[in-house]
């Protein structure tokens, strides 16, 4: 039964970085992403973002210096640890879920500068997390974005590997019903597909896949991180490209090793910041 009429829809994946942001931002520029400019946020953290069609990849972490800010973040593990979900008005979303039952945070504001043109404007966002005491190792959050031609502009689109939207995201679990309460009751959403692989939330083009522990392990072997505390980890984000050969050429080029994986391509884990990058067409 839906409980709201708006869609689960993937807005954009964290991959946090605590405070080694540029050396994530040089790993993922040579794994062929045109990041922007460093963000600063005014809750404290800083950002790259590689900006796709529908969605984006987010880097995160904070300066040095941050005095404290953004605490919440440096209790996650280095890697994809944020899904952040796509709202129009998240205070009637927050509300909705709220009268449904479904644990979530107040919504907050924060904003970042933006230069457009040598003109600086300002990027503001609207977020509340969903499942906080809940989700182990990172966060489900839900972002409104009050500019998004701020954010997806077309300079930023275009990625010398050829990446054009991620479209899968892998999760293990050792709970898997509490995902799929969590993430149940969305206008789009069907009852989520069960197999002996595990379960598939189907969010618009992007699917999610919750995956046992032995599941995973038989599909990803090594390239996904080992082991973990509590009860899931987001450990792999599938992308779609243009082709294969270009994104290869660019890989190598970068001095990575992709391996093939599922008619696509493999770059492990331990090389792109403690999360398996699959790239597919």
Not at 23 to 41: D, N, Q
Not at 70 to 77: C, F, G, T
Not at 102 to 109: A, C, G, M, S, Y
Not at 161 to 182: C, H, K
């Amino acid at each position: 039964m839906a409980v709201t009429a708006q869609p689960l829809i993937l807005d954009h994946a964290v991959v946090g970085v605590l405070e080694r942001l540029d050396e994530a931002a040089a790993i993922y520029r040579k794994l062929g992403f045109a990041l922007t400019p460093r963000g600063y946020h005014t809750l404290g953290s800083i950002n790259h973002l590689a900006v796709f069609g529908q969605n984006y990849l987010e880097l995160l972490g904070f300066p040095p210096d941050s005095d404290g800010k953004r605490a919440d973040l440096w209790s996650y593990p280095i890697g994809l640890n944020g899904l952040a979900f796509r709202t129009t008005d998240a205070a009637s979303l927050q509300r909705e879920l709220g009268d449904a039952g479904k644990p979530v945070t107040e919504w907050r504001d924060f904003s970042r500068p933006v230069d457009v043109g040598g003109i600086e404007k300002s990027a503001s966002f609207r977020t509340f997390q969903i499942g906080k005491e809940a989700i182990s190792n990172g966060r489900f959050f839900f972002c409104q974005h009050n500019t998004p031609d701020l954010v997806w502009q077309p300079k930023d689109q275009s990625h010398p590997n050829g990446a054009l939207d991620i479209v899968d995201v892998f999760i293990v679990s050792r709970a898997p019903q509490t995902l799929t309460e969590l993430l149940g009751g969305f206008a789009n959403t069907a009852a989520p597909d069960i197999n002996r692989d595990g379960i598939a939330i189907h969010t618009g083009i992007v699917t999610l896949h919750i995956l046992s522990e032995a599941a995973a392990a038989s599909r990803f072997g090594s390239a996904i991180p080992a082991g973990f505390d509590g009860n899931e980890r987001k450990v792999a984000l599938g992308l779609k490209v243009r082709s294969l050969e270009a994104t290869a050429d660019v890989l190598v080029q970068g001095g990575f090793s992709p391996r093939a994986f599922e008619s696509g391509l493999l770059i492990d884990a331990d090389a792109a910041n403690g999360v398996a990058l699959w790239f597919k067409e």
